[in-house]
């Protein structure tokens, strides 16, 4: 594909779709650390907002018709089970998307490639331009391919993947309460970070990072789970 590192032509065939303007994939996986070195060329932010609203409504949709009999509240929880940066992050790892982003030097030198934000971020921006650059069939085919098995079994166990309400369980199960937790925000707001701490009865029991507050949450819930279970 003209115009395009290997690695970015590697990811057009994992995807399973070779992109007719190959320039929309190059910006992509443009970072704005890369693109600020360029002398301000677009980054990948603007296909990313819109790669974001074209995977909300497709894995929306899908749960919609393919689960007819599903309430409204299980159906949520099904989508936000792979709508989450943490799973956009590992989907982005098993495409390659680290190997095809281009990057500042800064960015380069702090593994900015497997950075969880930067990846969940990239596969967005891919999913934007895979929607503009064939459309609504083309963008669910490459979502439902990469998160349709996810899917099936996020709807098998909706609540198994909520795992603040898991480990709320446990707590007043074993008698220690409801969990609390903080959670401190940084950087910009195009680029918010944040980082959770869940405490147990005083004890901080686990940690968690994401690109919203409840990844974060979600994140510190889980950890927290494992140790609780292994003690």
């Known amino acids: ?32 650390s890369w693109c600020a070195e360029q002398g301000g060329l677009p ?3 603007r296909l990313e907002f819109l790669g974001d609203a074209v995977l909300g409504l497709v894995v929306a949709e899908y749960c919609y018709r393919r689960f007819p ?30 190997d095809a982003l ?11 490639r497997t950075k969880p934000s930067i990846l969940a971020d990239s596969l967005e921006a891919v999913i934007g331009a895979v929607y503009l650059d064939a ?13 349709g098995p996810r899917i099936e079994r996020a709807a098998a166990e909706p609540d198994g993947f909520d795992q603040k309400g898991l480990l709320q369980e446990l ?14 925000g940084t950087g910009p707001d195009h680029d918010r970070q944040f980082e959770a701490a869940v405490f147990v009865n005083g004890v901080q ?19 927290a789970l494992a140790e609780l279970r292994r003690a």
Request: net charge negative.
């Open 69 to 98: 009999e599903m309430p409204e509240g299980e159906l949520a929880k099904v989508r936000a089970a792979v709508v989450n940066a943490r799973v956009l992050a590992e989907v982005a790892e098993q495409l390659g998307v680290g």
């Open 43 to 45: 980054s990948n932010e």
């Open 102 to 112: 281009l990057l500042g030097k800064g960015e380069e030198a702090s593994g900015g």
């Open 205 to 223: 029991r686990g940690a968690g990072a994401g690109g919203t507050k409840k990844d974060a949450e979600q994140e510190a819930a889980r950890q």
């Open 135 to 147: 459309g609504w069939t083309a963008a669910e085919r490459v979502i439902l391919g990469h998160l």
């Open 1 to 32: 594909m003209e115009g395009i590192t290997d690695g970015a032509a590697t990811l057009a065939g994992r995807l399973g779709h070779e992109l007719a303007a190959p320039s929309l994939l190059r910006q992509a996986v443009s970072h704005r």
């Open 171 to 184: 707590t007043v199960r074993h008698g220690d309460g409801i969990p609390r937790y903080v959670v401190v």
